[in-house]
């Protein structure tokens, strides 16, 4: 297996060999997903090449300030008129992740896969993975300084993002020495970290609060109180008018409570499938109890998706963690 200086070179060379990209990250992006797939547009565009970037669907609206934004297509809005053999794909832990994307890719085609997720399956013709990265705009970092092409405040706002809203403020274990020492380089860039911090972390829109309260309203707690978890149905956010992205964060305030080791939310789908997601105190590795039900993500932050009833996913993914502690 190459080494991490090694698959910054091979990923350099893809790029200088390669035109006519596909860029995609996972489906309902967050942060770091949209600032990566951003960050790999301006890289391109740096370079002369000619791209596309493309999401499942919409990206977050709290996220259309970056430059650029609103050149992600959102496929289901947009009709596919042909298919790229060349594609990146960033902060997609396994393939499956970009969705219906794969439906505008050939068969076979050459695919850099960028990433920090531990549980990323080494997908695709050329890989660059760093496990103990806080973010994949982290990881950008290190690619972009490798192409020495010179930084200006776009770029920078990009990887300030992903980093940021990955390290949940810099409060996250993950929050290295390095992870400082790039987020100092980009503020000196010009990138306003207050302004970001209060959009991105710290302001709920009206849905976002309603659905929240919802949710808390739903509150369940093991005996031992180590595991607390909530849910959101359809129906919450039919009456709320949240979107998918009001319900990031949610998932905090359950594991936020004194003793608790895991919080988790569970979204339900529809009335066969449910979305868990976990976050951990660090006694417990949620991305290996994801990784049981098919999913992944990290040590203390990861999830998966269960088809069945609530009542049965919640048994079985509480049940696990039990287990675990």
Not at 208 to 228: E, H, I, N, P, R
Request: hydrophobic residues 40%; negative net charge; contains cysteine.
């Amino acid at each position: 297996m190459q080494t991490y200086e090694q698959e910054l070179i091979e990923a350099r060379r893809f790029i200088e060999r390669h035109d006519d990209f596909l860029v995609v990250a996972h489906v309902q992006p967050d942060g770091d997903a949209v600032s990566s797939t951003l960050a790999v547009g301006w890289l391109l565009s740096r370079l002369g090449k000619t791209f596309t970037m493309i999401n499942e669907g919409p990206i977050p609206q709290r996220m259309t300030y970056m430059d650029g934004a609103g050149q992600i297509l959102d496929m289901s809005l947009t009709e596919r008129s042909r298919t790229y053999g060349n594609v990146i794909c960033v902060d997609c832990a396994d393939f499956k992740r970009v969705g219906l994307v794969s439906q505008w890719m050939e068969d076979g085609a050459n695919m850099l896969n960028i990433d920090h997720h531990p549980t990323n399956d080494r997908y695709g013709t050329q890989t660059l993975i760093k496990a103990d990265a806080a973010a994949t705009a982290e990881i950008l970092y290190d690619l972009v300084s490798l192409f020495e092409l010179g930084w200006d405040r776009n770029i920078a706002e990009m990887l300030y993002t992903g980093i940021l809203t990955d390290t949940g403020g810099f409060r996250y274990s993950n929050t290295s020495p390095k992870v400082m020492q790039i987020a100092s380089h980009l503020l000196e860039l010009g990138v306003n970290g207050p302004e970001l911090a209060e959009s991105l972390l710290e302001q709920l829109t009206k849905p976002q609060f309603d659905v929240l309260t919802l949710a808390l309203g739903t509150l369940q707690m093991s005996g031992d109180g180590k595991v607390a978890w909530v849910h959101v149905t359809p129906e919450h956010m039919a009456q709320t008018g949240a979107a998918n992205e009001d319900l990031e964060g949610i998932v905090n305030y359950p594991r936020n409570i004194q003793g608790v080791e895991v919080g988790v939310l569970f979204k339900v789908i529809n009335g066969s499938a449910v979305k868990a997601s976990m976050r951990s105190a660090g006694k417990v590795d949620v991305a290996a109890v994801a990784a049981e039900f098919g999913g992944g993500g990290h040590v203390r932050a990861a999830g998966c998706r269960l088809e069945g009833p609530l009542e049965d996913a919640a048994r079985a993914v509480i049940e696990r963690i039990k287990q675990s502690l």
